[in-house]
């Protein structure tokens, strides 16, 4: 018969005279085996109004419509039910996960079920587990509730744990490092995250509200079908729109579980090649390797496999550039070998002798070191190779001066590599001091004083490389202060202004900064997107990455992205 509307007094008492609640199917349905045992509870009540059930340890019983089943193979073990009828409480979800696969009975998106189980709050989300009875007694039905991000200031996802979603807003992909590994996927409202340290007017609470984390309804680690990735991989900056799923919590972050296919947009597509650098004569590149190692099974490549992999991608990024002079981090600390292997094959696809390299006076004692490479009929070295004995560097960096084949005016690149922002053996001062830098920002900081004087004493300073520091943080305004400037934040829109991501959010880790007698040089300079917009399995490696998304391109040739710039020096012909 058909449902009329009730008063939530005249539900609870249908409720317990029928086994049944308003909006959830009629009496007939009511009288299958099982639906004549009442509800005990709403799911509201097994909620509460806070982050965790105020009945814990409770059996209980509660009737709802399933909005998502996740039950089968390597899924949750179990489906989502939502009360279609709900309280008058913004402070308690109408929904709940039941922690039960098809050995209790295999349900389906619209049934409406009675469910008997302890409630619990298993690694922060609430439950009903072990379950000891589910009845299908009918159908229903669950509209989505509408949410727009950013959430409201101090205000959780919690009162929504469990509830079918849609978010209707245009969600932009902001970090997808776990994408392969777990099938997760965060997206944003308001565009991509920035670093609060890469740039002013950015806050960390402010990001925290406007993420979303979507997950793939499994908590199996490499799946074989990584979702996003058809028909082509996403690409952080993508977007999607009308997203519906159930809202789920577990591994310590809320997580939408998608009832319907999410769709991304091609918003932010692959850079076919590095965006213009201005009528330049000599162009530079800084360019970050992730771990070229020619002993494997070190840092970079574990097999011969891994390694033809990894210097096919490194090649096509350094065709692609074709830069005059390139500063390259991150390349094994083994004398000319890593350096040799990587010009000679990339020397094949582009010329016999079109690249050579600068030998390092002092690549310290680090297991990586910097290095450069330069095209000799285009640029030749002036004077010896200088790096710095400072005690604080362990990758010294690397200076080089040059002048056009042609004659002119010298140039002197200096490439780096400063401390990780790692905590590894970091105490006291150097120690994570909460303001957003990381650990050893001090030992950055004498890092890039020891650089301003090398600066200051070779003529037309180019500052390049991985500083490991953001574009508002000490070590960068250190060397302003030495009177060398970023030309990436002088030429790029600051919303293309990034290099790398971290924990989902973007920002400037790469840098290229010129002394002033050099600024008036420079034409041009921008940061090729191929590497930090990719997922990580789109990589080299062979362990988990599904082996039909490899291809021997410069996408995903390292974690990150290469910066260009162009310079037009006078003199010569």
């Known amino acids: 018969m058909p449902n ?10 249908a409720a317990l005279a029928a086994g049944t609640l308003v909006g959830l199917g009629g009496a007939a349905e009511a009288a299958q085996t099982g639906c004549d045992t009442p509800a005990t509870h709403r799911i509201a009540q097994v909620q509460g109004p806070g982050e965790a059930t105020p009945l814990n340890g409770s059996t209980v019983r509660v009737e709802g419509v399933v909005t998502a089943d996740f039950q089968r193979g390597d899924q949750l073990g179990g489906f989502f039910v939502q009360d279609p009828d709900p309280d008058d409480d913004p402070a308690t979800s109408e929904g709940l996960f039941v922690f039960a696969g098809t050995s209790r009975g295999d349900v389906k998106v619209g049934d409406r079920v009675l469910v008997t189980g302890r409630a619990i709050e298993f690694n922060g989300l609430t ?7 589910v009845d299908v007694c009918g159908t229903g039905a669950v509209a989505p509730t509408a949410y727009d991000l ?76 990584v979702p996003f990735t058809s028909p082509e991989p996403v690409r952080l900056g993508d977007t999607v729109r009308g997203l519906t799923g159930v809202l ?4 310590g972050q809320y997580r939408l579980q998608p009832t319907a296919q ?53 090649v096509a990024a350094l ?29 094949a696809e582009v010329g016999a002798g079109t690249y050579s390299w600068i030998r390092h006076p002092n690549p310290g004692t680090d297991e990586i070191h910097v290095t450069l490479i330069y095209k000799p009929g285009e640029v030749e070295p002036v004077g010896a190779p200088r790096s710095s004995t400072d005690e604080n560097f362990d990758r010294p960096p690397l200076a080089q001066t040059f002048r056009r084949v042609s004659g002119g005016e010298p140039f002197t690149v200096i490439v780096n590599h400063f401390k990780s922002k790692g905590c590894d053996g970091a105490t006291g001062e150097e120690a994570d001091q909460g303001d957003g830098q990381g650990c050893w920002n001090p030992k950055r900081v004498r890092q890039a004083r020891a650089v301003a004087a090398l600066a200051a004493d070779v003529p037309h300073p180019l500052v390049i490389g991985d500083l490991n520091a953001y574009g508002t943080e000490d070590p960068i305004r250190t060397l302003e202060k030495a009177g ?14 990034y290099s790398y991501v971290f924990d989902g959010q973007s920002g400037e880790l ?64």
């Not at 509307?5 to 008492?13: E, L, Y």
């Not at 439950?127 to 009875?133: D, Q």
């Not at 090649?273 to 390797?289: D, E, I, L, Q, R």
């Not at 830069?323 to 600390?333: S, W």
């Open 4 to 13: 009329t509307p009730r008063t939530r007094t005249a539900v609870a008492t």
């Open 248 to 251: 789920g919590y577990g591994f």
């Open 510 to 573: 790469d840098h290229v900064l010129a002394g002033r007698s050099l600024a008036r040089r420079v034409t041009g300079a921008t940061i090729w997107h191929i590497n930090a917009d990719e997922p990580l399995i789109l990589d080299y490696n062979t362990e988990y990455n599904p082996p039909s998304l490899y291809k021997p391109d410069a996408y995903r040739s390292s974690d990150h992205d290469p910066v260009l710039i162009g310079l037009r020096l006078h003199g010569g012909h």
């Open 319 to 347: 065709k692609g550039l074709d830069a005059d002079v390139v500063g390259l981090m991150e390349v094994e600390n083994n004398g000319d070998t890593a350096v040799k292997a990587l010009v000679d094959r990339l020397n």
């Open 262 to 314: 999410a769709t991304f947009e091609r918003t932010n597509p692959r850079p076919a090649a590095p965006g213009p650098v201005g009528p330049a004569n000599v162009k530079v590149a800084s360019f970050n390797t992730l771990n070229w190692f020619t002993t494997l099974d070190r840092r970079g490549a574990d097999s011969p496999e891994e390694q033809e992999r990894q210097l096919t991608k490194l």
């Open 127 to 133: 439950e009903l587990s072990p379950v000891t009875a």
């Open 150 to 225: 950013p959430r409201p200031e101090g205000v959780s996802f919690e009162p929504h744990e469990g509830m079918l979603l849609t978010f209707p807003e245009r969600l932009t992909a902001t970090e997808h490092y776990q994408l392969g590994r777990y099938g997760e996927l965060t997206v944003s409202a308001q565009g991509r995250l920035f670093q609060p340290t890469d740039r002013p007017g950015v806050s960390q609470e402010a990001n925290d509200r406007r993420r979303l984390l979507i997950d793939d309804g499994s908590n199996r680690q490499n799946p074989p079908n």
């Open 484 to 497: 060398l400037h970023s030309q990436t934040e002088r030429f790029v829109p600051a919303h293309r202004r």
